[in-house]
């Protein structure tokens, strides 16, 4: 079992450019998530999905945009890369029944410069 | 809205020694608590977590926590931490309805001394 499963793990980009991180998960999650990490800070909540077709923001969606069309993608897009973007990024999953199972990918550590 | 506080943002322990990791969470329901750990450039580890029930919980690496609703706090404890404890732990909160999100606190930094 992969996972969530996230790419690229290292990313550099200009000022102004775009770029889509990728997250798959192999678990038939209904719930999906995209956070940053800030240094010394907690995680964020950028958008989540609750299924196919189903996106909303969270609480730092600004510069972002995300869709869903299966259940197994969920990639993040930045439109305009902006300093302020540089951040640890992790993707997540959980079932939306029975317990409570989170299962985070590794992350993509970008950098806007 | 929900929200979690962790107090202090930097903690040295001596190897051996026993170690507390304050947690403070608003939520207006029973929450569901966690926490995470975090090494360096790694993504995150479920240490335990806290639905219902027994209000301590026992989670990997000898950790344990202690949900006291009165306080509104969920503390974790480690009778006696080894230097490969030194890492970022989080504490989180979320709720089994609407987004079904976490939020999380903005972490504790554990230094682990010889």
């Known amino acids: 079992n992969a996972g969530v499963t996230q790419t690229p793990k290292f990313r550099i980009l200009k000022i102004g450019q775009s770029m889509t991180l990728q997250c798959t998960q192999d678990?038939?999650?209904?719930?999906m998530y995209w956070y940053r990490q800030d240094p010394g800070m907690g995680l964020k909540l950028i958008y989540y999905?609750?299924?196919?077709?189903?996106?909303d923001k969270g609480e730092v969606p600004n510069g972002y945009n995300v869709s869903r069309s299966t259940t197994e993608d969920f990639p993040l897009r930045l439109e305009l890369a902006a300093p302020s973007q540089t951040s640890v990024y992790f993707c997540?999953?959980?079932?939306?029944?029975?317990?409570?199972?989170?299962?985070f990918g590794s992350g993509t550590r970008l950098t806007v410069v | 809205a929900q929200s979690v506080t962790q107090p202090d943002i930097h903690i040295t322990v001596s190897e051996g020694a026993s170690l507390e990791l304050r947690c403070n969470y608003s939520?207006?329901?029973?929450?569901?608590l966690f926490w995470y750990v975090q090494s360096p450039g790694q993504g995150l580890q479920l240490l335990l977590k806290?639905?219902?029930?027994?209000?301590l919980v026992q989670g990997i690496k000898g950790f344990e926590a202690e949900f006291k609703r009165s306080q509104s706090s969920f503390n974790l404890r480690k009778p006696s931490v080894h230097w490969s404890d030194a890492a970022e732990y989080f504490c989180?909160?979320?709720?089994?309805?609407?987004?079904?999100?976490?939020?999380f606190g903005s972490g504790t930094r554990l230094q682990v001394q010889p």
């Open positions: 997540a999953s959980r079932t939306g029944t029975g317990g409570y199972g989170y299962t």
């Open positions: 678990m038939n999650h209904n719930y």
């Open positions: 999905s609750v299924g196919a077709g189903i996106t």
């Open positions: 939520y207006g329901a029973t929450p569901y």
């Open positions: 806290y639905f219902s029930g027994d209000t």
């Open positions: 989180a909160v979320g709720a089994n309805t609407g987004r079904r999100a976490l939020t």
